[in-house]
């Protein structure tokens, strides 16, 4: 091995006996950190004076700060208010059957960013709440569909609903739909929700599994500033019994 080695090392020096090499040198430069960057300021200073100017725009004020919290929540029921008083307005093609007795909206709390203090409701403060450009995607889930949306609220502790109402327990999980009882025969029930969560997020595979489903493009972003400026007044309505769990 010793041999080897030595063979080896003799003819990588002989194959570098004949190379040329040049000599290089290097010098190190200081770098001005004082630029002056005003011309470069004042091309950007009006871009972001108009984009502050929108995002401080006030649309409405709230009368107590709404917060979320599982299973159900003041800020959770006034999103899947909004979103589902617009998503009931949009006519779907293909979902001619679709209404109030047979259609919820749901959220999930994870799309809920922060919080809708008192006082002054700027587009800003919707932008922290809603950063995504999640869009109003309704979905037909069918039988199978709703008895693992059940399990889901159940395992999840609840999630941001409108329209519906759950009882869940260990031994019993009974869902009422426009406070009526939800038939697991029936030939299923629709949801309004956002793109994200119609393709499986947050682990709705329930919705993800729909093969009936319509994405509307319109950003629940804007459907909360179009509410809220139409609206004035936000007000925290608490909770109302929409999600109760007991394990």
Known sequence: MKQFF???????????????????????????STYNSTDLESIIAPYRNEV?????????ICDSTLVKYAPESPLGNFAADVVFEKGITLLPPNFADMGRHNT??????GGLRAPINKGDITIGNVFELMPFDNTITIVHIDAAGVMDLIEYMFTMNGQPISN????LTDKEKKMMLHELPVELNR??????????????GDKMNFLKNSTRKWDSGILIRDVFIEYIKATKTIYNKGVDGRIIISK
């Open 6 to 32: 030595a063979i080896a090392l003799l003819f990588i020096l002989a194959g570098c006996s004949h190379s040329t090499y040049e000599t290089y040198t290097a010098e190190n430069v200081d770098l001005d």
């Open 52 to 60: 502050d100017a929108q995002m401080n725009e006030v649309i409405g």
């Open 104 to 109: 919820f909206s749901l959220l999930n709390f």
């Open 164 to 167: 519906a109402s759950f009882d």
């Open 187 to 200: 030939t299923g029930i629709y949801v309004i929700t956002s793109n994200y969560l119609a393709s499986g």
